[in-house]
């Protein structure tokens, strides 16, 4: 493969009609990844190529909605000035985020500081930067607004009774009305409402169209207390997987379809949404070496104290247990993030020499390599035999790996190489 270089990326660029398969055997055998130390390390692929197509698709989709990219899902350098190079602009939560984002050059009236509940000493970071966009959820928050950073232009948070939100963030219903004249008697600036849907797996598209609609009310409720609000934010939320079940067409149908009912161009309301799994899930790939190998044979080699929890519905079938150098802490601890709660998938498996076919799948167990007994990635799945010293690659790994991940054990967050397709016209800017 052709090699990129610039001072802020090195790109391996691929032809058309190359497999991933194809490009991850290659960096396996002969590593461009310069932080992998050694030759059985894990690695992450990230395609640039997938993350420009993602963004032409919500431009065809959703011309209306401008994006600002969630940091949080993965807040790699390389992939914020490719979002920058698109135009997009960013969702913040810390004083670390923002500063990560100007640091590459984004501009601060490109930001929301997106966390209801921000640690004084970041909000006065937001002034001092001029991040004046910024969302509030309960009246301490305002009282702190108004001490830290009065003049910013606020966003409210919702929440809405009618289906699961976790409550952690979002006003309810019934506290919006005190809280906007609240706000009001304070001479803070309301310029807006906002909210997200959390989990995609268990969301349908309709809650966009239920959440929109209900606030569309809001809207009125603010503009009747004489509040400027003009500005709608429809989060995050958007499926990002590679074979997404619900895939993102109809998603941005919902959306345009309830935009055009509610919010329609009359009312002056500007549109933005906050995907970050969206952009980011698919275009990541992790390659990880098989460690080592064992077969357990329920009954016969059954702990003392049965710890493990692969005695579950092997039917008394033999389970081989497989340990990679992935594993909870360095690769899957965003499994546990909102998004992408539910099962990666199995993953392939690359071998060197020797076969590799679907047929002869066994009941496998995954386990992560460090010592801590529950680092299990899969406690049950189907997978062909490996042997020790194989590869085996996840899709799907774009989204909350690296930002969630730790190097517990000494077993580190794998190191990123990028891709890129060949005819890739975005500027990747300094
Ligand atoms: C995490 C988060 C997002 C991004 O969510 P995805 O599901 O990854 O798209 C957007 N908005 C807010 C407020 C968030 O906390």
Not at 407 to 424: L, M, R, S
Request: include cysteine; charge should be neutral; charged fraction near 25%.
């Amino acid at each position: 493969m052709e090699l990129f270089e610039s001072p802020t990326v090195k790109l391996s660029l691929y032809g058309k009609g190359t497999t991933i398969r194809e490009i991850a055997l290659e960096k396996v055998k002969f590593t461009t990844v310069p932080e992998r130390e050694d030759l059985d390390d894990p690695f992450i692929i990230y395609d640039l190529g997938d993350v420009v197509s993602k963004d032409n698709q919500w431009r065809e989709t959703l011309p209306q909605i401008e994006t600002f990219f969630a940091v949080k899902s993965n807040p790699d350098p390389v992939v914020l000035r490719l979002m920058l190079g698109l135009g997009r602009g960013f969702d913040c939560s810390s004083k670390k985020e923002i500063q990560t984002v100007l640091d590459i050059g984004a501009s601060p009236d490109r930001i929301i500081f997106a966390h209801p509940f921000k640690q004084e000493s970041h909000l006065r970071f937001a002034r001092e930067k001029g991040v004046s966009l910024m969302t509030f959820d309960t009246e301490e928050e305002l009282y702190m607004v108004k001490r830290v950073y009065p003049e910013a232009k606020l966003v409210l948070r919702l929440r809405f009774d009618a289906w699961k939100m976790p409550i952690k963030f979002g006003c309810r219903d019934s506290k919006v009305r005190p809280l906007l004249g609240l706000a009001k008697e304070l001479g803070l600036s309301v310029c807006g409402a906002s909210f997200y849907i959390g989990n995609i797996h268990s969301v349908d598209p309709k809650v966009f169209v239920q959440a929109i609609r209900h606030t569309r009310s809001i809207f009125e409720a603010g503009r009747g207390l004489g509040l400027d609000m003009d500005l709608l934010d429809i989060g995050g939320g958007f499926p990002g997987r590679l074979h997404a079940k619900k895939p993102f067409e109809k998603y941005a149908d919902a959306v345009r379809e309830a935009l055009e009912e509610n919010f329609p161009p009359s009312m002056g309301v500007k549109v933005i949404a906050e995907p970050g799994t969206f952009y980011t899930q698919s275009a990541g790939y992790l390659v990880a070496n098989v460690m080592a190998k064992r077969l357990y044979r329920p009954g016969k080699d059954e702990t003392t104290n049965g710890t493990n929890g692969t005695t579950n519905g092997t039917n008394g079938h033999p389970v081989w247990m497989y340990y990679l150098n992935v594993g909870v802490f360095n690769a899957f601890s965003g499994r546990d993030v909102d998004s992408i709660t539910t099962l990666f998938e199995v993953p392939e498996l690359l071998r060197l020499e020797g076969p590799v076919g679907k047929k002869h799948l066994k009941p496998s167990c995954l386990w992560g390599p460090t010592c801590y007994s529950k680092d299990v990635i899969f406690d049950r799945c189907m997978m062909p035999e490996m042997e020790s010293g194989d590869f085996v690659m996840f899709h799907d790994m774009g989204a909350y790996i690296t930002s969630s991940g730790c190097g517990f054990n000494g077993f580190e967050v794998p190191p990123t190489c990028y891709i890129a397709p060949k005819d890739i016209r975005v500027v990747l800017r300094k």
